[in-house]
């Protein structure tokens, strides 16, 4: 067998003579020359943020070859077209095999990036602060590669500080967002709003009514602007603890290990943080009514 570069049809002849005899045999051979055309045109864009929608084309220029697009060498259902617009989930590859008569070659890859998106967030503790008491915002926005903050305040004031340490001279509401931006470009935001609370005090009734009538039923303090609130514990008249706990909102619901409580005076202690850090214990008396 002989191989042959061909650009063109071509016409080959074979000769054999009869070493014996001398007589000659001719024969002709036409070959034809299938073009595959792999050629490839990309418009748009090659990256793109995964919150943002692609919109890549992907267009093979063959006129008459039949085409399979693959990703990450897998081949596409359905996609058969000479435009494609790729829809990736992350980062894939992408090409076209193009198959005319017999001759199948591929076209170029092209790689479309999805790149990670970060998510903003940050934490404040208590949804009420106390007047002219600082207090930290900490930032909880996850990506490693964010390196661009930006805060905004309602009251004007910006910072581009990873966390803040905020006071406020003023009562009322304040809406406070936060702007992150990766080193890719990606970006998300967040907004939330804080009370800030011209006192700071704290609130224990003097009597709760336990029952299943869904009115008054737990006893617990409430805080007005507190930081941090630390331990509540409610004693018998013989100095017995029935309750105790370090969970801001849990109450106690009049039993002990399941047993109601008859009507009774108990007393409790109440154990926080004042909005500049300081300890704090508050005593006081309350009526167990049945």
Same mark, same amino acid.
């Given at each position: *067998?002989?191989?042959?570069?061909?650009?063109?049809?071509?016409?080959?002849?074979?000769?054999? @003579?009869?070493?014996?005899?001398?007589?000659?045999?001719?024969?002709?051979?036409?070959?034809?020359?299938?073009?595959? $055309?792999?050629?490839?045109?990309?418009?748009?864009?090659?990256?793109?943020?995964?919150?943002?929608?692609?919109?890549?084309s992907l267009?093979?220029?063959?006129?008459?070859?039949?085409?399979? =697009?693959?990703?990450?060498?897998?081949?596409?259902?359905?996609?058969?077209?000479?435009?494609?617009?790729?829809?990736?989930?992350?980062?894939?590859?992408?090409?076209?095999?193009?198959?005319?008569?017999?001759?199948?070659?591929?076209?170029?890859?092209?790689?479309?990036?999805?790149?990670?998106?970060p998510a903003?967030?940050?934490?404040?503790?208590?949804?009420?602060?106390?007047?002219?008491?600082?207090?930290?915002?900490?930032?909880?926005?996850?990506? +490693?590669?964010?390196?661009?903050?930006?805060?905004?305040?309602?009251?004007?004031?910006?910072?581009?500080?990873?966390?803040?340490?905020? /006071?406020?001279?003023? +009562?009322?509401?304040?809406?406070?967002?936060?702007?992150?931006?990766?080193?890719?470009?990606?970006?998300?935001? @967040?907004?939330?709003?804080?009370?800030? &609370?011209?006192?700071?005090?704290?609130?224990? +009734?003097?009597?709760?009514? *336990?029952? $299943?009538?869904?009115?008054?039923?737990?006893?617990? *303090?409430r805080f007005?602007?507190?930081?941090?609130?630390?331990?509540?514990?409610?004693?018998?008249?013989?100095?017995?603890?029935?309750?105790?706990?370090?969970?801001?909102?849990?109450? =106690? $619901?009049?039993?002990?290990?399941?047993?109601?409580?008859?009507?009774?005076?108990? &007393? =409790?202690?109440?154990?926080?943080? /004042?909005?500049?850090?300081?300890?704090?214990?508050?005593?006081?008396? &309350?009526?167990?009514?049945?």
């Amino acid at each position: *067998p002989v191989t042959l570069p061909l650009h063109s049809p071509a016409s080959f002849y074979l000769s054999v @003579i009869d070493s014996v005899t001398g007589c000659t045999s001719n024969a002709r051979v036409e070959v034809d020359v299938i073009k595959v $055309d792999t050629a490839l045109s990309v418009s748009g864009d090659s990256v793109f943020c995964a919150n943002k929608p692609v919109t890549t084309s992907l267009q093979a220029l063959s006129m008459d070859g039949i085409i399979q =697009w693959y990703e990450n060498n897998a081949a596409i259902g359905g996609a058969n077209g000479n435009l494609f617009n790729p829809q990736p989930l992350m980062t894939s590859t992408y090409w076209a095999s193009v198959k005319n008569g017999s001759c199948i070659n591929n076209t170029r890859s092209v790689i479309i990036q999805r790149l990670p998106v970060p998510a903003a967030d940050f934490s404040f503790g208590s949804n009420e602060q106390c007047i002219n008491a600082p207090f930290h915002i900490l930032n909880k926005s996850t990506e +490693p590669s964010i390196n661009n903050y930006t805060w905004q305040l309602s009251d004007g004031r910006s910072f581009s500080s990873k966390d803040l340490l905020l /006071a406020f001279s003023q +009562p009322g509401r304040i809406g406070i967002s936060l702007k992150v931006i990766s080193a890719e470009g990606c970006r998300d935001s @967040i907004s939330k709003s804080i009370e800030i &609370v011209e006192r700071c005090d704290v609130y224990v +009734p003097t009597a709760f009514t *336990p029952g $299943d009538n869904g009115r008054n039923d737990g006893f617990m *303090p409430r805080f007005t602007g507190l930081l941090k609130f630390k331990r509540f514990t409610v004693y018998d008249r013989g100095g017995y603890i029935v309750f105790s706990t370090n969970k801001p909102g849990e109450g =106690w $619901d009049g039993r002990v290990k399941g047993r109601a409580v008859p009507t009774s005076v108990l &007393v =409790w202690i109440l154990e926080y943080e /004042a909005p500049e850090g300081r300890p704090m214990m508050q005593k006081g008396t &309350v009526t167990l009514i049945r």
